[in-house]
C-alpha cells in the first residue's frame, strides 16, 4: 500500500476555492482509480483513469469535480468551488494494466487526501 | 451495478476469540478483495480473493464464486485487529472499478 503516493494527507480550504488531490501510483502500474468516503460510510467509486484516458467516470458529479491522469506526472483530482458537502477522504488506488482497457488484478490504495471544507 | 451486503454490520469481540465476516454480492465477479481500515484511515490489503481460499497468519478467507459469497476469518483476535473490514468486488464484464460493501466495524477489547 505505501507504494500509491497521495499528497497532501489533509487540505483546508474554504468554500469556493478549488482543490487539487494528487496520486502517483504504484511503480509499474497504469490504471488509477479515485474513490470517496464521506465520515461513518464505505467508500464510492468516482473515476477509473489510463494514461491520458479517462475509463469510467460514472461515480463522478457532473460539476465542479475533474481527473486527469497525463502522459508525465501524477494524477489530479480537481475539485472547483468547494462546498461544505465536499469534505471527505478522497482515497487512489492503481493497479497493474496489459496496455489495454483490460485490466486486471488487485488493487492498491494509497493513504488518501483528507479534505476539509471551512 | 452489482450490489455487495456485508454482516454483521457491527462485531464486538474479547481478545482472543474468533469471528467470521460475510460478504454477499449479486452477480458474478472477477475480482474479490477484503480489506482493513484502521482507526489511522489506512485501508490494508487483506486478500485478493476472487475464489478459492486463502491464509494469512491468523487470517483466512474462502470466495465460493458460484454461491456468490466470501468469508473473512479472524482467529485468536487482538485489540490490533479493530477497525472496518470491507468486501469490495470488481463485476465481470465490467470495468476494472471495484464496488465496496459498506463494511462490517470490528472492536475487540482487551
Known amino acids: 500500500n505505501a507504494g500509491v503516493m497521495q499528497n497532501p494527507r489533509h487540505l483546508v480550504r474554504r468554500r469556493g476555492q478549488e482543490a487539487r488531490l494528487r496520486c502517483s501510483p504504484m511503480k509499474g502500474h497504469s490504471h488509477v482509480y479515485w474513490y470517496r468516503q464521506l465520515p461513518e460510510e464505505g467508500l464510492k467509486f468516482m473515476v477509473y483513469?489510463?494514461?491520458?484516458?479517462?475509463?469510467?467516470e460514472s461515480g463522478m458529479p457532473k460539476e465542479r469535480f475533474s481527473a486527469e491522469f497525463p502522459k508525465e506526472g501524477p494524477s489530479i483530482l480537481r475539485i472547483q468551488q468547494v462546498v461544505r458537502g465536499d469534505s471527505a477522504a478522497y482515497f487512489c488506488a492503481s493497479s497493474p494494466g496489459t496496455g489495454s482497457y483490460v485490466g486486471t488484478g488487485e488493487l492498491f490504495f494509497g493513504e488518501g487526501s483528507r479534505l476539509t471544507v471551512l | 451495478g452489482i450490489q455487495v451486503e456485508q454482516s454483521p454490520p457491527d462485531l464486538i469481540l474479547q481478545e482472543g476469540a474468533n469471528s467470521t465476516l460475510r460478504c454477499n454480492f449479486s452477480?458474478?465477479?472477477?475480482?474479490l478483495q477484503w480489506f482493513h481500515q484502521n482507526p489511522w484511515g489506512q485501508l490494508i490489503n487483506l486478500f485478493y480473493?476472487?475464489?478459492g481460499t486463502k491464509q494469512n497468519g491468523r487470517l483466512s478467507a474462502t470466495t465460493v464464486a458460484t454461491e456468490r459469497y466470501s468469508l473473512l476469518y479472524i482467529s485468536s483476535s487482538q485489540t490490533t485487529d479493530s477497525g472496518v473490514y470491507f468486501c469490495?468486488?470488481?463485476?465481470?464484464?465490467?470495468?476494472?472499478?471495484?464496488?465496496f460493501g459498506k463494511g462490517t466495524k470490528l472492536t475487540v477489547n482487551p
Open positions: 452477480d458474478s465477479v472477477n475480482n
Open positions: 469490495a468486488v470488481g463485476a465481470q464484464g465490467g470495468s476494472e472499478k471495484l464496488v
Open positions: 483513469l489510463q494514461k491520458e484516458n479517462i475509463i469510467d
Open positions: 480473493i476472487p475464489s
